[in-house]
């Protein structure tokens, strides 16, 4: 089982507005390997600029037709677009939100991470032992 971090743009997509109308579950372009059971933390950027979002990996290999896919909740038809071409998700389930001021850019970036999130990324022990005290608060 992996931990990862996986950024989410908030003026692309609306995960918020989206996982409380979709049951707390989300289908998110599959760019890694990702396995069921590996954990993902979701860092959204601006304005809010923090990891937010503590969810479970629950099905992989998900095809664009089985998608849960609404346009919606989409600022950015473009990306929505590109991953509908991609035609492999996973699907996520939340476990827990947070707004803590320990998992801000700034935090990470004194905790040892480097650089910013572009796309996935897996996290070492120490590092999810920090992001999970936030979550735990």
């Known amino acids: ?23 707390n579950h989300v289908d998110w372009k599959q760019s890694a390997n990702f396995e069921v059971g590996d954990v ?11 990891i937010r979002y503590k969810m479970t ?6 095809s664009s037709s089985e998608a849960k896919i609404d346009k919606n909740y989409w600022g ?3 990306e929505l677009k590109k991953g509908l071409e991609k035609n492999r998700y996973f699907r996520m389930e939340l476990i827990s939100e947070t707004n803590s001021d320990l998992l801000t850019m700034d935090e990470l970036h004194r905790q040892g991470v ?24």
């Open 1 to 23: 089982m992996n931990n990862w971090i996986i950024p989410s743009n908030s003026s692309k997509f609306y995960i918020s507005r989206f996982l409380s109308k979709h049951n």
């Open 40 to 50: 993902v933390y979701i860092y959204c950027t601006k304005p809010q600029m923090r």
């Open 57 to 62: 990996i629950v099905a992989t290999d998900i």
């Open 76 to 78: 950015d038809v473009v």
């Open 114 to 137: 480097k650089g910013y999130f572009y796309g996935p990324r897996t996290i070492d022990r120490e590092l999810t032992k920090y992001v999970e005290k936030a979550f735990n608060k």
